[in-house]
């Protein structure tokens, strides 16, 4: 039985624009993120860094025509999927800290990276252009 890709066809534009979404707007909002937060003001830019990065990266790759490098998308997998680690690390570090707001940031950008990764992991074929 063949399994549908066509669901996944935009992932990695899913992925560049999720992460350039969130990247402006923490930039934007740092200082009012900051206090929401009570997160230290460094921490909540470079996440906001971090999300631009991640996005960029991913731009790169969903504007390639087929086929795209499989190191690349493997890349990009297990980036967002390392990601979860310093998401899960800083709420368990600002535990005391932050606000519950903080927590839901933390907590729910690491799952969602997690999930993103893992998704370009097992599409990792759909997204290099391989037929499945």
Known sequence: MK???SIFRNLLWFDCI???????LVLFFSKWLTELYALPWELVLAMGIANLVYASYSFSLA???????????VLLA???????????????VFW???TPLGQIQLIGEGL????????????RRALVGEPL
Do not use: H
């Not at 297990?78 to 368990?92: D, E, K, L, S, V």
């Open 112 to 123: 969602f990276v997690g999930i993103l990764g893992y998704l370009e992991w097992y599409w």
């Open 3 to 5: 399994r549908d890709r």
């Open 96 to 98: 005391g800290q932050a």
């Open 18 to 24: 999720a992460g350039a979404s969130v990247g402006l």
């Open 63 to 73: 504007i390639q025509k087929p086929p795209r490098p499989m190191y690349r998308i």
């Open 78 to 92: 297990a980036a967002n999927m390392a990601w979860t680690i310093p998401c899960f690390a800083m709420a368990m």
